[in-house]
């Protein structure tokens, strides 16, 4: 056997044993066998480094330190799920599945389901192309995150190769890299017997672990990772339900949660998370809940997405930490749409892993209902990434009670807005309390430039909190179209603002000029507009003209708006203030994005791409289908209008010809766009 004989069959070797240990919990090799073989391999490398290979073993083990991160844009967006915190919110999520899918003529009796875990750790994508992983990314905002593969390659249960003679062009693998508990409590004694501060809980070991600029630390941690999806695919042809996808991952050698379930019903649901209750504390990792997902793919297709949350899936949380805590404060604050929050300012407690000194309020309604006073020891719950709230008042422990009225009278919302003192109005049939001073309230400037730079919308890096509250102060900013006036001669007169971060913020106001008209919709803070609504609209219209042009009747015609977000948009658009200040963008922004395609002949048509395309990719022909008014499913069905097919189509081609359906190539694809253009 020569060298590079040898080094395949170790290479072989020590991934089947990495598979057997990390993934399946099973070792078959003893560590001390374990050790020789690879210290041969690594012998041998340093021998032949010409016939190292990216998916060698011997890579996992940290490189020398990075300089930064990069940004990786999430072709498929990385969704947070909604959340379900009583078996009411369950029931009523099923039942609101099985009418839809009805409509659609896809429920049965009772709709089944993929149980799984909710890991508490951190999400992240792992890209492979012709089998060899090439980049894993966090999720970040859901749009972006940033490139952590080095980090991830150190995660021995993570295959380098997926064990396919003909992988497809590219799989995306979707999961949670956590830390297993007798992990976290062997970092935190090393931390300890090194003199440093131990991590508060595993998920902040886990997010510090991978985020090491040195993947060698990051080796060194013991990351743990669990598949649960799959985001961009080409090449292949996925099994047509959720279990059937991850037990084709699991054949790839990806580890999946032992506890996860195929159920039926809602009844199923509530029995599993029971059972799930039961494991918790026996499981080698933390949990905050269990996850649900259709089963069916072609039912998850109908059902789609809302805001940045999937239909068919949510996350049941088990009941969130609480502990008890003092008030010693009542605070107002001012939002970006003027409405008024009461915010209660505690004794710090620790909660959930976090140390919470603030805790809202939601309303003056919710205020008086729980009877929050100033001094009074009250409940506070931190659930995951939940904003912290004030649950209760224990009223054996009100000081005083007899003398209350004179010492701590019950909160009363102010008349007046506590930034500018305009008057407060509160709308019949809402609870919310609102400024009536518009964008005059330096609160309401301040949140509105805070949205319109965040990252999802106009993203302008470097605009911060502080150095926005300086040029709103200074009035030097008054609205967002007022950044686009900024010079650097301008920003060095404010504080700790020097040259070089100044020509950085020019830089960065100026590439935001190109934005596409989504984000830019998004960005203005029309009240209900959200950033799939602002999808949708710029999808439709294709241009701010249009939409600017558009009545109530056509703004609710568009998929996902309706005609109260309708409405929302047409009272904004009207608004003297609000329109100027769109008629000033409109000179500084020139969308970023082709405009849309009008629907034509493609409106309402359905279809579905198998198999790679010569020159387009999936997300593009897919982007090019929506544009034109047509829509894209996952599954062939007798509602499908046309197929179109690439190299290895699969058995989706095998389903149109039995259909008798409409089947297209690429350049037939590309014809049919133009003519519909």
């Keep these: 056997m020569n060298a590079t004989e040898r080094m395949c069959a170790l290479r072989a070797q020590i991934e089947a044993a990495n598979t057997q240990y990390y993934v399946l919990d099973a070792p078959t090799l003893p560590d001390a066998e374990y050790d020789r073989l690879f210290r041969e391999l690594q012998t041998l490398e340093a021998e032949y480094p010409d016939l190292v290979t990216a998916d060698s073993p011997t890579q996992r083990v940290g490189a020398k330190a990075a300089r930064g991160f990069s940004s990786v844009i999430h072709r498929v967006p990385m969704l947070s799920l909604a959340n379900a915190f009583s078996n009411a919110e369950v029931i009523a999520f099923d039942r609101r599945l099985s009418e839809a899918l009805a409509g659609a003529r896809l429920a049965d009796a009772e709709i089944e389901y993929v149980c799984e875990p909710k890991f508490d750790g951190l999400a992240v994508s792992i890209l492979y192309r012709n089998g060899l992983l090439v980049q894993g990314a966090t999720r970040g905002d ?10 991830l390659r150190t995660i021995r249960a993570i295959p380098l190769r997926l064990p396919l003679d003909n992988p497809p062009a590219e799989l995306e693998v ?3 890299v956590l830390m297993m508990r ?16 131990p991590f508060v809980n595993p998920r902040n070991a886990a997010a510090g672990s991978l985020r090491q600029l040195d993947s060698r630390v990051t080796a060194a941690r013991r990351l743990s990772f669990f598949a649960y999806g799959v985001g961009v695919v080409q090449g292949t042809d996925l099994p047509e339900t959720q279990a059937g996808q991850m037990a084709w991952l699991a054949s790839l050698h990806f580890p999946l949660a032992h506890e996860r379930r195929v159920v039926q019903g809602v009844d199923g649901l509530l029995d599993y998370f029971v059972w799930l209750g039961v494991q918790r504390a026996s499981m080698p990792y933390d949990i905050d809940g269990a996850v649900y997902k259709v089963n069916a793919i072609a039912a998850q297709t109908v059902l789609g997405f809302v805001s940045r949350a999937p239909r068919f899936a949510i996350a049941h949380k088990y009941p969130a930490q609480e502990e008890l805590t003092v008030v010693e404060g009542i605070d107002v604050q001012v939002g970006r749409t003027g409405v008024l929050t009461p915010v209660a300012r505690l004794k710090p407690v620790f909660v959930g892993g976090v140390t919470v000194t603030n805790a809202t309020l939601h309303n003056a309604d919710e205020v008086a209902k729980k009877d929050v006073r100033v001094g009074d020891t009250v409940i506070v719950r931190r659930a995951g990434d939940v904003i912290p709230e004030v649950v209760g008042v224990l009223l054996e422990r009100r000081p005083m009670r007899d003398l209350l ?9 102010p008349t007046q807005c506590p930034v500018c003192a305009a008057s407060v109005l509160r709308i019949e049939g809402e609870v919310a309390v609102r400024c009536s001073n518009g964008l005059a309230c330096p609160a309401q400037r301040k949140q509105a430039i805070r949205h319109f730079a965040q990252r999802r919308a106009m993203d302008i890096e470097g605009l911060g909190d502080k150095l926005i509250d300086q040029l709103v102060e200074s009035a030097y900013v008054g609205t967002p179209a007022d950044l686009y006036r900024l010079d650097v001669a301008t920003l060095v007169r404010l504080d700790r603002i020097g040259e070089k971060s100044a020509e950085n913020l020019i830089a960065a106001i100026a590439a935001s000029r190109g934005r596409p008209l989504s984000r830019f919709l998004f960005a ?5 507009v959200g950033e799939e609504t602002a999808k949708a609209l710029a999808r439709h219209f294709g241009s701010l003209d249009a939409l600017l042009t558009a009545s109530i009747e056509q703004m609710s015609a568009v998929v996902d708006v309706g005609s109260v977000v309708a409405a929302s948009i047409a009272v904004f658009m009207v608004e003297p203030h609000n329109r100027a200040v769109i008629e000033a963008l409109r000179g500084v922004w020139t969308d970023g994005e082709p405009q849309a395609r009008k629907a034509g002949g493609l409106a309402r048509k359905v279809f579905v791409l198998t198999g790679t395309l010569p020159n387009l990719s999936r997300e593009e022909a897919k982007s090019l289908i929506e544009a034109a008014g047509g829509k894209v499913t996952g599954s062939v069905s007798k509602k499908t209008d046309f197929v179109v097919v690439g190299a290895e189509a699969g058995s989706k081609l095998s389903k149109a010809h039995e259909l008798g359906l409409t089947v297209l190539d690429e350049h037939e694809l590309k014809r049919m766009l133009e003519e519909t253009g």
């Design 405 to 413: 009225e004179a010492i701590s009278p019950a909160f009363v919302m």
């Design 182 to 197: 007798h992990d976290f409590e062997r970092i935190n004694q090393e931390a300890l017997a090194r003199g440093e501060k």
């Design 142 to 151: 859901g749009e972006t995150g940033e490139d952590v593969t080095e980090n």
């Design 174 to 176: 979707r999961g949670e």
């Design 524 to 528: 203005l803070g029309i009240r209900h």
